[in-house]
């Protein structure tokens, strides 16, 4: 007897995410969502940020592909694209100096495919459109299942992708590719050794490491900084309470840093949805192998010290608690 097979139904994406700002961008933004986007794309995306400032406008998200460090930048519109938005897009792109530009929507006017076609036949090959279409599938009662189309690419993109890389791997670009997943490899092989009650995700190559803290839109994450010559390691706060969140924190601030031992950075970013809570060792060279030791016994205490100090509070914080000062301006 054959096996009854289900079938694919579209689901609205409405249902899935209410709002375009509050609902999709957060989900995009998370570190799995990036990963499906980046398969799509052939492309290794790291968030950089999220609604970031662009003159008076917000740019939705912000990436860096590593896979040669240039900046992507992604406009969402879960609904036909308009001009409003190609507008946007080319603004983003200049204002973030953003070569290539990633514009999902939930489904393309036939004008605005042709403008992205026409767009990168005109520019330098640096300069890339990508227009994807998202759709969500469920059969029965199932989980719902995100997918993402590409409906407008460069000429040649998977070949020219696949070039890149390979030029990329042969080159300095993917040297300090190598040294960043060797660094985090050591930290983590040393927290292991240690026996250390945080446990890191797998090593890769990147800027940074996480680390669960017990909640979701929350993780600690390790960076390194080649350019600034410094390590640090944050509390990242995300979500839509993030805000909240946050100053729930602060207002305990002179107790943590006691118990931390040192003061620590409130990053506040009004720019960005996020907010970060960090510590920083400067003059520290990240590409000095000879200096690792000390570094990542500096990451590992901090690492350990953040855990301590900060997952029973975060587990409990509510952001109904929170109340909003009163603007000024409405007294």
């Known amino acids: 007897m054959s096996k009854k097979l289900g079938h694919l139904e579209p689901v609205e994406l409405s249902n899935i995410w209410p709002d375009e700002a509050q609902n999709f961008t957060p989900w995009l933004a998370e570190e799995e969502n990036l990963i499906l ?19 008076k ?24 694209t308009n001009h409003k938005h190609l507008g946007q897009i080319l603004t983003y792109s200049a204002g973030l100096n953003a070569y290539t530009v990633v514009w999902i929507a939930q489904e393309f006017e036939q004008e605005h495919l042709s403008a992205l076609d026409w767009l990168n036949e005109i ?9 994807i279409e998202v759709k969500v599938w469920q059969i029965g009662d199932s989980a719902c299942a995100p997918q993402f189309d590409i409906v407008s690419k460069p000429n040649d ?12 791997v042969n080159k300095n670009v993917s040297e300090f590719k190598q040294l960043q997943e060797n660094f985090w490899t050591e930290l983590n092989d040393y927290m292991i050794q240690k026996q250390s009650s945080v446990k ?34 944050v509390i990242y706060v995300g979500g ?39 510590l920083s060792k ?39 608690d929170w109340e909003p000062p009163e603007d000024e301006d409405d007294e």
Not at 158 to 168: K, L
Not at 202 to 209: T, V
Not at 240 to 248: I, W
């Open 200 to 233: 890191l995700q797998k090593p890769k190559p990147s800027n940074h490491i996480n680390a669960s803290i017990g909640r979701a839109r929350f993780c600690i994450s390790a960076y390194m900084d080649k350019q600034n010559k410094k390590i640090r390691v």
């Open 37 to 55: 986007l980046g398969k799509t794309l052939d492309m290794d995306l790291e968030l950089e940020a999220q609604e970031i400032n662009v003159g």
């Open 240 to 278: 839509p309470d993030a805000e909240a969140h946050f100053y729930l924190l602060k207002e305990e601030q002179k107790k943590i840093e006691s118990e931390f031992g040192e003061a620590l950075e409130w990053e506040e970013r009004p720019e960005s949805k996020e907010k970060y809570i960090s």
């Open 123 to 131: 520019t330098h090959e640096r300069f890339r459109c990508f227009g």
């Open 157 to 168: 993109w998977s070949r020219a992708v696949n070039q890149e890389t390979q030029h990329a």
């Open 57 to 80: 406008f917000r740019a939705d998200i912000l990436c860096k592909n590593t896979v040669d460090d240039s900046w992507v930048v992604i406009e969402n519109q879960l609904e036909r």
């Open 282 to 320: 400067s003059d520290t060279d990240p590409t000095d192998e000879i200096d690792w030791q000390n570094q990542h016994e500096w990451l590992a205490a901090k690492i350990e010290k953040f855990n301590e100090v900060f997952r029973p509070r975060i587990k409990a914080l509510n952001a109904a």
